[in-house]
């Protein structure tokens, strides 16, 4: 678990870097074609067809898949809160009306909502966040708008009432702070799920179409290893289970230590 | 009962007419235009405005959307931009071979997962269950991606076992389905096993277990009559409400077997902007989520009496 934090903020510390212009590029070469691993920094899992060091590149990768998990939590998990919230509160109208959005959005297969997605807003980090968050709100809003529905006639949330707090002020100050723990193990779930998504995506021509992505890397990688050149596919791999994993074992964590009970 | 489908059915509609929005406004309103993508940047107007007007797109959005929503109530999808054929036809032959890929290694998988979950569960604590644990968890942080290019390198491209990749039509495609099967029930094992293990882990805690204990019963018995005998009904609710996707294919698999599925077909349609393929797809895709989910309510009303439909 310790070990687990520290490689979590190992890649939090690369994704920063990676946007202070810290981190080596990806883009240039460093050597000749393909060369082999040696004990040298750039060329420690050797370079690409292109002559750049596959270190880097899986560098950027990760800075990438970092950028995209956090932005599509960063979007879906609001998103999830304030509807849930509001529908569970308000009822009446405003409840059929999330409640129809939900059940239209998980209706649709994900893939399918996905890469329509993505087909309207063009390929790219931005749309592909969209499409990612598009599928994930909907598990932070079904979540939510039950606890308030839990929470709603408690003495506390009345008490509030009977003082005559605004509706905002008792959704904000009474309520939120009572459901936040499940948009906390919520949103370990969906950086971990976009994560994953993002690499699949962008292997099957649906993501990230330029810079550096672990899914490129994989498909690049795949080619290799037809002329028996494992360093590349070994180094993504091993920074992408470091990574998952990692989340993983503290999404357990929080969830065990928050709420057990969801699952 | 009969009432209760009927009133599903009709809850159902909003959903779908949602859907068939939500999907009509991505494609044809805020997607790439499909006749740029079709003819190119330097095609003249005048065939622009032909392909526009041969594919229905340059009514006005309305007509087009009342066009898509008789399409749906008639179940007839028209014809693909690109190949021309009726998307019927496409799509069932497309379906069937999704099938053949998904549906074997689904219904193996499952019962599998099955045993193996009651097993570790049964022992659970023990050396078994904690190594099972951290090997799920680890074998599920390791991207799908990874175990098709090993074992698609090892079995197929090393030792030869396998076709690399490609599909035959009819029992010809046995051979090529071989490495797809056992790649989806390995990458199903991890999840899979962990929701089962909870679910069973659930029963086990419950009075009933106690009570069979006391009363005398084996070990087996509580486990074989008992616990399972109550677990069916979460596990049947996930396998019923799995199945569209069994439909839809794998995505992955398709893509790196070259298997010419319904994954395949949207994948091909969405590089080339066929609209109503994508169309097509995503809303029956959606149709059959709705009716599988209304179809494993009715069976888990059908397995505990205690559930009333209303």
């Known amino acids: 678990m310790r070990l687990c934090l520290v490689v979590l903020a190992l890649f939090a510390l690369i994704a920063v870097g990676g946007y202070g212009h810290l981190l080596p590029s990806g883009e240039i070469a460093v050597g000749g074609s393909q060369e082999s691993p040696r004990w040298h920094a750039p060329t420690l899992l050797g370079t690409d067809i292109l002559g750049r060091s596959v270190l880097y590149r899986i560098l950027s990768g990760a800075q990438t898949a970092v950028t995209i998990g956090f932005a599509t939590m960063a979007l879906a998990i609001p998103f999830g809160t304030v509807l849930g919230l509001v529908a569970g509160w308000f009822g009446g109208w405003i409840d059929a009306l999330v409640t129809w959005l939900y059940s239209v959005v998980v209706s649709i297969p994900d893939i399918l909502l996905i890469t329509a997605i993505s087909y309207a807003l063009g390929r790219g980090m931005v749309s592909m966040c969209v499409a990612l968050a598009a599928t994930s709100w909907v598990g932070v809003m079904r979540l939510v708008r039950g606890e308030v529905l839990r929470h709603k006639s408690r003495d506390y949330v009345v008490a509030a009432q009977a003082y005559g707090a605004s509706d905002a002020r008792i959704l904000l100050r009474q309520i939120l702070p009572n459901v936040m723990h499940v948009a906390i193990v919520v949103s370990s779930l969906v950086l971990v799920g976009a994560i994953k998504g993002e690499v699949i995506l962008t292997y099957l021509g649906l993501g990230v179409q330029d810079g550096a992505s672990w899914g490129l890397l994989i498909a690049g990688a795949s080619q290799d290893l037809a002329n028996d050149i494992w360093a590349p596919l070994l180094g993504t791999v091993t920074a992408m289970f470091l990574l998952i994993y990692s989340l993983s074992v503290v999404a357990d964590a929080l969830r065990d230590a928050l709420d057990p009970k969801l699952r | 009962m009969l009432f209760y489908v009927v009133r599903r059915l009709l809850l159902a509609v909003p959903t779908v007419f ?293």
């Open chain 2, 18 to 310: 949602g859907v068939a929005l939500l999907t009509f406004l991505l494609f044809n309103e805020f997607g790439p235009d499909p006749v740029r993508t079709a003819l190119g940047q330097h095609a003249s107007p005048a065939a622009i405005a032909n392909l526009r007007h041969q594919w229905g797109l340059d009514e006005s959005l309305l007509e087009q959307f009342g066009g898509f929503l008789r399409q749906i109530t008639s179940f007839d999808y028209g014809r693909s931009f690109v190949t021309g054929e009726d998307l019927g036809t496409q799509l069932r032959s497309g379906a069937l071979v999704s099938l053949s890929v998904t549906a074997p290694p689904f219904i193996v998988g499952t019962a599998l997962n099955i045993a193996i979950a009651l097993f570790i569960t049964r022992h659970r604590d023990g050396v078994v269950d904690r190594a099972a644990r951290v090997l799920f968890v680890a074998g599920m942080s390791v991207s799908a991606l990874v175990y098709v290019l090993i074992l698609q390198y090892g079995l197929a491209y090393k030792l030869g076992w396998f076709p690399i990749s490609g599909y035959a039509s009819g029992l010809s495609a046995l051979p090529y389905l071989g490495l797809p099967w056992l790649l989806l029930v390995l990458i199903a094992m991890g999840p899979d096993i962990r929701l089962y293990r909870t679910i069973f882990l659930d029963e086990a805690q419950a009075d009933y277990v106690r009570t069979a204990r006391s009363k005398g019963a084996t070990e087996s018995a509580v486990w074989g009559r008992h616990v399972l005998a109550n677990a069916w009904m979460p596990i049947i609710t996930n396998t019923v409400t799995n199945i569209p996707f069994l439909i839809l294919g794998s995505f992955l698999m398709e893509r790196f077997f070259s298997i010419p599925g319904i994954g395949s077909l949207t994948i091909d349609a969405l590089g080339r902007g066929d609209l109503p393929v994508l169309k097509a797809v995503t809303i029956l895709g959606a149709l059959a989520l709705v009716l599988f989910n209304l179809l494993s309510d009715l069976l888990y009303a059908s397995v505990d009496p205690r559930v009333q439909l209303r």
